[in-house]
């Protein structure tokens, strides 16, 4: 009939929009290239702002002693104490405590959430048992991961450029986040020092590198996206300062804001920018990460709703709630096995409240998020690979078997079986068979909050 002609035909130029050949994403990949090695020289503000972390010497594997890590940055928020026993011994103990950040603070006021933060660190911190406090004259030392763009000053020192995924409160723009952090830790009287403030991505660098020095890279794909890599101290232009002795930087590329005329860009991205709390901005993070996958399926839906009647005569009023179709469970649809796709049903009433649904609904649903998220995937591939680029990790050098680590962390990739895939076969197809033997992704589990930990330990005053 009519109605599932339109609504093929919108899936069919859903597919094509959303279309990543190999070609394309080389484009991208070129692309990225480019703009890395404009932000790198420009102090002016570029797209890829390619900011300079303080970072010059990685854990080499013997950080010993016990840490504390905050790690801000997205839904939750973590509170972490992290027992590090060198080379031989590893991460030897791992504890944490997670809550989720109330949405009213994302859009409040700076003392709000600060107060908050060291609430829950204060709290943390309190329940432990005498064995683990600090000796006498002796301060607890915290690394503070914040997964947002900061122009940083030392490693424990930053202003905040601007927010991103979904936060957004004014008065903490253009301020010292540790300063911010530390004026709360004393107003609730809570000995302890910040010794690091880290990027998730670099925290993600760092506790790969604890564990394995083949570490090039770290990426993270959870609520929001972004890279840091690291790059040689002299082919940082801006870089003002000393060469380190390393001759090493982490870069904390803020990848998410990459844009690109090679982005293949549909009507429902542009609207979803358009309604964001950060239109223009972030434009790669917006058709990659985990905020924004559902609901670009969301708008789909909604679009084949309206104009194909696609859940019959009415349009769902819930399809209309902007965020109302999470990730998660787009996810938990796209991998729906059962032979009448009974999970899709499941979420399609429950969520959407959309009854009585035909197994041939439920396809074209599950065929929508394949198209979603095969093109985040493949276009987080097309970074990575623009990333090895940069470096010269893209291809085997004659009689070398340099090997390059790229570590990856967030919920989308820890989670999102189908993501995960698409993104490492299609690295493999960028590189060809020869230099796909000398690359590996590999999944370092809370690199974040125990990076921050270790880039603290390398940063103590009690060295
Ligand atoms: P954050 O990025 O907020 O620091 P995480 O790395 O834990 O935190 O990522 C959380 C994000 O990961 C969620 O916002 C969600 O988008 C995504 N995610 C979590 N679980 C799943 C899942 N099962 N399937 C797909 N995406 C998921
Ligand atoms: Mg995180």
């Given at each position: 009939s009519g109605k599932w002609g339109r609504a093929e035909a919108l899936v069919r130029e859903l597919e094509e929009q959303c279309g990543t050949p190999i070609a394309k994403l080389r484009q991208v990949a070129d692309a990225m290239e480019v703009e890395m090695h404009a932000g790198l020289a420009s102090q002016a503000p570029t797209r890829?702002?390619?900011?300079?972390?303080?970072?010059?010497?990685?854990?080499?594997?013997d950080e010993k002693g016990l840490y504390y890590a905050l790690d801000l940055g997205g839904t939750n928020f973590r509170t972490l104490r992290v027992h590090l026993g060198g080379k031989?011994?590893?991460?030897?103990k791992l504890e944490s405590e997670e809550v989720s950040i109330p949405p009213q603070l994302m859009t409040g006021s700076s003392q709000e959430l600060f107060d908050f933060i060291a609430a829950q660190l204060a709290k943390f911190v309190s329940?432990?048992?005498?064995?683990?406090h600090p000796p006498p004259g002796r301060q607890r030392e915290l690394g503070f991961t914040f997964s947002f763009p900061v122009k940083q000053t030392s490693i424990a020192s930053g202003n905040l450029i601007k927010w991103t995924?979904?936060?957004?409160?004014?008065?903490?723009?253009?301020?010292?986040v540790v300063g911010e952090l530390t004026k709360a830790l004393q107003r609730i009287g809570l000995d302890m020092r910040v010794a690091a403030l880290v990027n998730d991505t670099v925290g993600t660098v760092a506790r790969a590198r604890f564990s394995d020095?083949?570490?090039i890279a770290g990426v993270i794909l959870g609520t929001g996206t972004n890279a840091a890599y690291v790059e040689s101290a002299?082919?940082?232009?801006?870089?003002?300062g000393l060469l380190p002795k390393s001759g090493e930087m982490v870069i904390n590329?803020?990848?998410?804001?990459f844009s690109s005329s090679h982005l293949p860009l549909t009507e429902y991205d542009q609207a979803l920018d358009a309604d964001s709390?950060?239109?223009?901005?972030q434009i790669f993070e917006k058709i990659i990460s985990g905020m924004y996958l559902g609901d670009i399926v969301r708008r789909v839906l909604l679009k084949m709703a309206e104009e194909a009647d696609f859940f019959g005569d009415?349009?769902?009023?819930?399809?209309?709630?902007?965020?109302?179709?999470r990730t998660p469970d787009m996810s938990k649809m796209h991998h729906d096995t059962t032979p009448d796709l009974k999970e899709v049903g499941k979420k399609l009433k429950d969520i959407?409240?959309?009854?009585?649904?035909s197994l041939k609904m439920r396809k074209i649903v599950v065929e929508v998020c394949e198209i979603v998220a095969a093109r985040g995937a493949r276009l987080s591939a097309a970074g990575v690979f623009g990333i090895l680029k940069k470096i010269g990790r893209d291809k085997v050098k004659a009689g070398e078997k340099q090997k390059s680590v790229v570590a990856l962390d967030g919920g989308l990739f820890e989670h999102y079986t189908k993501f995960r895939s698409s993104l490492e076969s299609t690295i493999k197809v960028l590189l060809g068979d020869e230099a796909a033997e000398t690359v590996s992704i590999e999944h370092f589990n809370d690199g974040s909050g125990i990076g921050a930990a270790l880039l603290a330990a390398s940063n103590s005053h009690y060295l």
């Open positions: 890829l702002q390619m900011l300079i972390t303080f970072v010059h010497n990685l854990p080499s594997g031989e011994k590893g991460v030897v329940s432990e048992p005498e064995e683990l995924k979904g936060f957004n409160i004014e008065d903490v723009v253009g301020q010292d020095q083949d570490v002299h082919a940082i232009p801006k870089w003002q590329m803020e990848w998410g804001n709390l950060n239109p223009g901005e009415t349009v769902p009023p819930k399809l209309r709630i902007p965020f109302i179709l959407l409240e959309i009854n009585n649904t």
